[in-house]
């Protein structure tokens, strides 16, 4: 299966709550999935807005995640690292108000430190966070994302050793920061299938990809553009998830939100056409596809 939806509330959108994002999302973009964004500092949302988000995400079949504040640092001293677990922790129990399947966190930086002694903290941080969703029975899961700088940890492999030490914890693929990291690396068929191998011990039944152009240098992401914008080719990508028959849900994070995240599905629409010899295709049916 293939859901869309953006990182945010609809641009196009009057209405500047999420409540109003995730009905546009639903009726005039007839988008599947939406990430709601807790990225500036502390967001209040009513229990009301967080019931209705649930059930009518439910009822209309919408996939939600939540994204945490950006700056979170699970590496630093222990004032950081108490302030980056109220954040989290906060996020976590509004988005298992609202039944998202993931809080997305960013994880830290190596500060003074090693890339092997940064990981080692933030897999003591991340255990013991594990053990607070337990406590407060939160059944939303730690997403943790790929990062585009150098400076910030979260390169492919350091994201898959932490899901593979700390139970619960799954990999947010944030493509644009990969190809940023990289330098440029994802050109072609082959860089895409080499992120779903390493990824593969995980035995993920679904990912939770995010999509963007990106302006990059030396293996450092400046900022997200809009995806016809940078130099990552999506197709090669959609390719591969089509062919294997991935489980995926495809949040572009793109300036343009939902205009980018409508411009991926018209990308995998016309990759099914491709397939299928037909004149029309819906992302939601993928039944069609030999
Ligand atoms: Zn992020």
Same mark, same amino acid.
């Given at each position: 299966?293939?859901?869309?939806?953006?990182?945010?509330?609809?641009?196009?959108?009057?209405?500047?709550?999420?409540?109003?994002?995730?009905?546009?999302?639903?009726?005039?973009?007839?988008?599947?999935?939406?990430?709601?964004?807790?990225?500036?500092?502390?967001?209040?949302?009513?229990?009301?807005?967080?019931?209705?988000?649930?059930?009518?995400?439910?009822?209309?079949?919408?996939?939600?995640?939540?994204?945490?504040?950006?700056?979170?640092?699970?590496?630093?001293?222990?004032?950081?690292?108490?302030?980056?677990? *109220?954040?989290?922790?906060?996020?976590? #129990?509004?988005? /298992?108000?609202?039944? !998202?399947?993931?809080?997305? %966190?960013? &994880?830290?930086?190596?500060?003074?430190?090693?890339?092997?002694?940064?990981?080692?903290?933030?897999?003591?941080?991340?255990?013991?966070?594990?053990?607070?969703?337990?406590?407060?029975?939160?059944?939303?899961?730690?997403?943790?994302?790929?990062?585009?700088?150098?400076?910030?940890?979260?390169?492919?492999?350091?994201?898959?050793?932490?899901?593979?030490?700390?139970?619960?914890?799954?990999?947010?693929?944030?493509?644009?920061?990969?190809?940023?990291?990289?330098?440029?690396?994802?050109?072609?068929?082959?860089?895409?299938?080499?992120?779903?191998?390493?990824?593969?011990?995980?035995?993920?039944?679904?990912?939770?990809?995010?999509?963007?152009?990106?302006?990059?240098?030396?293996?450092? *992401?400046?900022?997200?553009?809009?995806? #016809?914008?940078? /130099?990552?080719?999506? !197709?090669?990508?959609?390719? %591969?998830? &089509?062919?294997?028959?991935?489980?995926?849900?495809?949040?572009?994070?793109?300036?343009?939100?939902?205009?980018?995240?409508?411009?991926?599905?018209?990308?995998?629409?016309?990759?099914?056409?491709?397939?299928?010899?037909?004149?029309?295709?819906?992302?939601?049916?993928?039944?069609?596809?030999?």
């Amino acid at each position: 299966m293939i859901r869309i939806g953006q990182a945010g509330i609809p641009l196009s959108c009057k209405g500047r709550t999420n409540k109003d994002g995730l009905i546009y999302t639903k009726q005039v973009l007839d988008l599947n999935a939406m990430e709601i964004q807790f990225v500036r500092g502390m967001y209040v949302m009513e229990e009301e807005e967080a019931q209705f988000m649930k059930t009518y995400s439910k009822e209309n079949d919408i996939e939600l995640h939540v994204h945490a504040p950006y700056y979170i640092n699970l590496a630093g001293d222990s004032e950081e690292t108490d302030l980056s677990f *109220e954040k989290i922790l906060f996020s976590a #129990k509004l988005a /298992d108000k609202m039944g !998202a399947k993931t809080v997305v %966190v960013h &994880l830290g930086f190596y500060g003074e430190e090693t890339a092997k002694k940064t990981m080692k903290v933030i897999i003591k941080n991340l255990k013991k966070l594990q053990r607070s969703f337990k406590k407060e029975k939160i059944k939303t899961h730690l997403g943790i994302e790929t990062m585009g700088k150098q400076k910030v940890f979260g390169s492919l492999d350091e994201i898959i050793e932490i899901c593979k030490s700390v139970k619960g914890v799954i990999p947010v693929i944030g493509v644009g920061h990969i190809h940023a990291r990289t330098n440029g690396g994802l050109k072609k068929r082959e860089d895409f299938e080499e992120i779903f191998k390493k990824l593969k011990p995980l035995r993920l039944r679904h990912y939770l990809i995010h999509v963007t152009g990106v302006l990059y240098e030396n293996g450092n *992401e400046y900022y997200h553009v809009p995806i #016809k914008k940078g /130099d990552m080719p999506l !197709a090669p990508l959609i390719d %591969v998830i &089509l062919d294997n028959n991935y489980n995926v849900t495809l949040i572009s994070e793109s300036p343009l939100l939902e205009h980018d995240a409508v411009y991926i599905r018209l990308q995998v629409e016309r990759a099914i056409m491709k397939r299928t010899g037909k004149e029309q295709a819906n992302y939601k049916d993928l039944s069609e596809i030999k």
